[in-house]
């Protein structure tokens, strides 16, 4: 007879240390107690992001989809028009709390270990990866950010670098956001029939703009015949005039590719190809 802790045992108790570890963060945080405003008093629009709720590539389930659109209404809903005073924290987690289904969550796409599969409460790091790369558009500061492990997806149709979005798992994986400023801003979420729109607002003008790109992007094989992407996330940084003030990197990632990458050839890339096209 086997002696130890049965498996259904070992995993409520690994659920139990996960909720301790993160309400202890949240307790040390601290200043993520936060209200709700209407927009009066939050005219300067400073970032705003959209992204599509429904994708027409093989292997999604549109039913899970359907319910991955539930979930964002029932999260969204509990972070639209939040505002975020200086020196105060904004915790996805905190603020949307454990997604179950007594709570009106239903199954949705849920990328484990690189499948695709239900879960409930599924497709919420769609509501973290807008956040992100709404976020970084701003003077927030990002202080807690998980990347995805894996590539699922290809480039078609992609319209921003690969790594900008930052994944979420209850309540291990949390994406917060500080803020560092003087300033006060206040988030805009909202779910229209096509689309997952995001806005951050201030009580007054920024003066600064931002371009996030890609730089250092490569694809390598594996000895098993997989491959792995990586890229550095960069940031400009401009002021009032269009003069840079500074270019740092933003997020180191790194992630094993779910399809068989398009690799060109030395030829057919041409002469003048950056580093950042992979081959095998």
Same mark, same amino acid.
């Given at each position: 007879?086997?002696?130890?802790?049965?498996?259904?045992?070992?995993?409520?108790?690994?659920?139990?240390?996960?909720?301790?570890?993160?309400?202890?963060?949240?307790?040390?945080?601290?200043?993520?107690?936060?209200?709700?405003?209407?927009?009066?008093?939050?005219?300067?629009?400073?970032?705003?992001?959209?992204?599509?709720?429904?994708?027409?590539?093989?292997?999604?389930?549109?039913?899970?989809? +359907? !319910?991955? @659109?539930?979930? %964002?209404? /029932?999260?969204?809903? =509990? #972070?639209?028009?939040?505002?975020?005073?200086?020196?105060?924290?904004?915790?996805?987690?905190?603020?949307?709390?454990?997604?179950?289904?007594? +709570? !009106?969550? @239903?199954?949705? %796409?849920? /990328?484990?270990?690189? =499948? #695709?599969?239900?879960?409930?409460?599924?497709?919420?790091?769609?509501?973290?990866?807008?956040?992100?790369?709404?976020?970084?558009?701003?003077?927030?500061?990002?202080?807690?950010?998980?990347?995805?492990?894996?590539?699922?997806?290809?480039?078609?149709?992609?319209?921003?670098?690969?790594?900008?979005?930052?994944?979420?798992?209850?309540?291990?994986?949390?994406?917060?956001?500080?803020?560092?400023?003087?300033?006060?801003?206040?988030?805009?979420?909202?779910?229209?029939?096509?689309?997952?729109?995001?806005?951050?607002?201030?009580?007054?003008?920024?003066?600064?703009?931002?371009?996030?790109?890609?730089?250092?992007?490569?694809?390598?094989?594996?000895?098993?015949?997989?491959?792995?992407?990586?890229?550095?996330?960069?940031?400009?940084?401009?002021?009032?005039?269009?003069?840079?003030?500074?270019?740092?990197?933003?997020?180191?990632?790194?992630?094993?590719?779910?399809?068989?990458?398009?690799?060109?050839?030395?030829?057919?890339?041409?002469?003048?190809?950056?580093?950042?096209?992979?081959?095998?």
């Amino acid at each position: 007879m086997a002696i130890g802790v049965p498996v259904r045992a070992r995993a409520v108790l690994g659920s139990g240390v996960r909720r301790a570890r993160r309400e202890w963060q949240w307790w040390r945080a601290g200043g993520l107690q936060l209200r709700r405003a209407e927009p009066d008093g939050f005219g300067h629009l400073v970032a705003e992001h959209a992204t599509p709720l429904f994708r027409t590539l093989s292997g999604l389930d549109d039913d899970l989809q +359907r !319910g991955k @659109v539930v979930n %964002l209404r /029932l999260a969204t809903a =509990r #972070l639209d028009g939040l505002v975020l005073e200086p020196g105060q924290r904004l915790s996805f987690w905190y603020q949307v709390r454990r997604p179950t289904r007594r +709570r !009106g969550f @239903v199954d949705g %796409l849920v /990328l484990d270990h690189g =499948r #695709l599969t239900a879960g409930t409460g599924g497709g919420l790091c769609q509501a973290t990866n807008l956040l992100y790369w709404l976020t970084l558009h701003t003077p927030l500061e990002i202080a807690e950010r998980w990347r995805h492990s894996y590539d699922v997806f290809p480039d078609s149709n992609r319209t921003q670098p690969f790594g900008s979005g930052a994944t979420c798992a209850w309540p291990t994986l949390d994406l917060q956001v500080v803020n560092p400023t003087s300033a006060r801003f206040r988030l805009a979420l909202r779910v229209t029939e096509t689309e997952l729109v995001g806005q951050w607002w201030s009580d007054r003008p920024t003066g600064l703009s931002y371009q996030v790109y890609e730089a250092a992007h490569v694809i390598e094989p594996r000895p098993d015949g997989a491959f792995v992407r990586r890229n550095l996330l960069r940031r400009r940084t401009f002021d009032a005039h269009g003069s840079e003030l500074a270019d740092e990197v933003v997020a180191a990632n790194e992630a094993l590719m779910r399809y068989r990458p398009y690799l060109p050839s030395r030829a057919e890339a041409g002469p003048g190809t950056p580093e950042d096209v992979g081959r095998a």
